[in-house]
T-cell receptor, first 114, second 111 residues
């Protein structure tokens, strides 16, 4: 069964550093998403991406965040200058298209900012 | 009012018993509804979509009440492996199909 994959599984970085989180969505999916979950809190939407552009973003997704689909398979989330409060699990999700609204999640990247 | 509200539990359930829990949502424009399951420190996994007519998948039954804006999940013949946090999730197509998650209901099935 096809799966969303994410790398790395765990990233430790110092405050102020840039990080890039990588995702490979399911191959025939066209809609891509990033969510985050701070420890002990609910899953929160960050951004949705379709046809090489952002279709929706949350208040969390400020100028420090960016997304890119650099090639036909990868989907990346970049945080330019990390803050302590960026420490969270970051989940990538993808959705096929059309009338199917079900999103499938990758295993997540645990980001720890020190 | 929270967009998606759930009883956090935990619901302590004897193995083999039935457990049911609800969630409520505030946005009447929500159009698609799901139950996801999340194990500790893992990703949400789609359990089932919830349809207006209600739907069943094995031991799991989901119901949607649009008038009262609540969704329910019932688990029959609980197994130890059903222990998890169950996330109520709604989708608004008007908002880029982003998913809005509830805080989850924790279920602990005990022998």
């Amino acid at each position: 069964e096809p799966e969303v994959t994410q790398t790395p599984s765990h990233q430790v970085t110092q405050m102020g550093q840039e990080v890039i989180l990588r995702c490979v969505p399911i191959s025939n999916h066209l809609y891509f998403y990033w969510y985050r979950q701070i420890l002990g809190q609910k899953v929160e939407f960050l951004v949705s991406f379709y046809n090489n552009e952002i279709s929706e973003k949350s208040e969390i997704f400020d100028d420090q965040f960016s997304v890119e689909r650099p090639d036909g398979s990868n989907f990346t989330l970049k945080i330019r200058s990390t803050k302590l409060e960026d420490s969270a699990m970051y989940f990538c999700a993808s959705r096929r298209s059309g009338a199917s609204y079900e999103q499938y999640f990758g295993p997540g990247t645990r980001l720890t900012v020190t | 009012r929270k967009e998606v509200e759930q009883d956090p539990g935990p619901f302590n359930v004897p193995e083999g018993a039935t457990v049911a829990f609800n969630c409520t949502y505030s946005n009447s424009a929500s159009q698609s509804f799901f139950w996801y399951r999340q194990d500790c420190r893992k990703e949400p996994k789609l359990l089932m979509s919830v349809y207006s007519s209600g739907n069943e998948d094995g031991r799991f039954t989901a119901q949607l009440n649009r008038a009262s804006q609540y969704i329910s999940l019932l688990i029959r013949d609980s197994k130890l492996s059903d222990s998890a946090t169950y996330l109520c999730v709604v989708n608004s197509r008007a908002a880029g199909n982003k998913l809005t998650f509830g805080g989850g209901t924790r279920v602990l099935v005990k022998p």
